[in-house]
C-alpha cells in the first residue's frame, strides 16, 4: 500500500518561504512521475510542479518558475518543494502525488494521471 505525507505547511508572510515535503512508505519514487498540485477553495486542483519518471523532465506551472523549486531526496522516498518570495495568492492546500506506474518520460500535469496522493498541507500566506 503506497502512501504519501506531507508536512510543511503553515502561515507565512509575504515574500515569506516554506519548504514543503512528502514522504512515501510502500514504495519509493525512483522511476515513477510526481507532482505537487493545490487547490484552491471551491476550484479544482492544479498542477504546480511535475517531474517524469525518468530523464529528468520536469515543469513548472509559470506563475511558480523561478520561485518554487522540486527536489528528491537521494534515497528516493522523499520530495520537496521549496517555495520562495510567496504571495497571498499562493495561499491553497498543497498536495503530492505519483503515478503508479514505473519509468514513464513524460511528466504529467493532470491530476487523473496520478494514482497516489497525499492528505494535502495547508499554506496560508498573509499580506
Known amino acids: 500500500q503506497v502512501q504519501l505525507v506531507e508536512s510543511g505547511g503553515g502561515l507565512v508572510q509575504t515574500g515569506g518561504s516554506l519548504r514543503l515535503s512528502c514522504a512515501a512508505s510502500?514504495?519509493?519514487?525512483?522511476?515513477?512521475?510526481i507532482a505537487w498540485f493545490r487547490q484552491f477553495p471551491g476550484k479544482e486542483r492544479e498542477i504546480v510542479t511535475a517531474?517524469?519518471?525518468?530523464?529528468?523532465?520536469?515543469y513548472y506551472k509559470d506563475s511558480v518558475r523561478g520561485l518554487f523549486t522540486f527536489s528528491k531526496d537521494n534515497a528516493k522516498t522523499a520530495v520537496y518543494l521549496q517555495m520562495n518570495s510567496l504571495k497571498p495568492e499562493d495561499t491553497a492546500v498543497y498536495y503530492c502525488?505519483?503515478?503508479?506506474?514505473?519509468?514513464?518520460?513524460?511528466?504529467?500535469?493532470?491530476?487523473?494521471?496520478?494514482?497516489?496522493w497525499g492528505q494535502g498541507t495547508q499554506v496560508t500566506v498573509s499580506s
Open positions: 510502500g514504495r519509493t519514487f525512483s522511476g515513477y512521475a
Open positions: 502525488a505519483t503515478a503508479p506506474t514505473r519509468g514513464s518520460s513524460y511528466y504529467y500535469t493532470g491530476p487523473g494521471q496520478y494514482t497516489y
Open positions: 517531474i517524469s519518471g525518468i530523464g529528468g523532465g520536469t
